[in-house]
C-alpha cells in the first residue's frame, strides 16, 4: 500500500491478491493459503482506510442470501432421492441457478459502493479509494468464481474481510 503526496493511500487492493485469485481460488482441493493471507492484509487496508464492518455489512448480506439459496437448491436436489455420486451433479445444478444472480450482484454491489462514496461527497479520499478497492475485488472475484466451491471460497474470504474490519 502506498501513500501519495495528498496522503491518498493508493493500491489498497494488493496485486499479489489480484494475481492468486486469477490463477483460482484452489490449489488442488484445498482454498490458497497465499489468498487468506493477502485477504488479511487487505482488510487491514481496508480498515486503514475507515472502511467499517457496518459500512459493507448489506453487500456481504446480499452474498451471503444468495449462498443460502444456492445451498437451499442443492438440499432440494439432494432431497430428490440423488445418489451420493450425483452429489457433484446437484452442486454444479444449484451453482448453475445461481450463476446468474451473482452476475447481477456486481451491479449491486457497484451501485452501494458508490452511493456510499457519494454520500463521503469531498470528505475523505482514502475512505473512497477503499470502497473503490472493494469493488475492484467483487469484481475481480466474481469474474473468477465459476464453480459452487468456488463461490464457497469467496464468502469465507469476504467473511474475513467483514470479521476483521470489527471495530475493537
Do not use: W
Not at 14 to 39: A, C, H, R, S
Not at 94 to 114: N, Q, T
Not at 139 to 160: G, V
Amino acid at each position: 500500500m502506498k501513500v501519495s503526496k495528498e496522503n491518498i493511500i493508493q493500491n489498497v487492493l494488493p496485486p499479489e491478491l489480484k494475481n492468486e485469485i486469477e490463477k483460482g481460488f484452489f490449489e488442488g482441493d484445498v482454498l490458497k493459503e497465499k489468498i487468506v493471507n493477502y485477504v488479511e492484509g487487505y482488510a487491514a487496508n481496508l480498515k486503514k482506510c475507515n472502511i467499517s464492518q457496518a459500512s459493507i455489512r448489506k453487500i456481504y448480506e446480499s452474498f451471503k442470501n444468495l449462498q443460502l439459496r444456492m445451498h437451499q437448491e442443492l438440499m432440494k436436489n439432494l432431497s430428490d432421492n440423488l445418489t451420493s455420486a450425483d452429489f457433484e451433479k446437484a452442486e454444479e445444478e444449484a451453482y448453475r441457478r445461481i450463476a446468474p444472480f451473482l452476475k447481477l450482484m456486481r451491479s449491486k454491489s457497484r451501485y452501494a459502493v458508490e452511493k456510499k462514496k457519494g454520500e463521503l461527497g469531498k470528505k475523505d479520499d482514502n475512505e473512497k479509494e477503499g470502497y473503490q478497492s472493494l469493488s475492484e475485488f467483487i469484481d475481480l472475484c466474481i469474474n473468477n468464481i465459476k464453480t459452487k466451491k468456488d463461490f464457497d471460497a469467496f464468502m469465507d474470504l469476504f467473511e474475513c474481510i467483514v470479521a476483521n474490519l470489527k471495530e475493537a
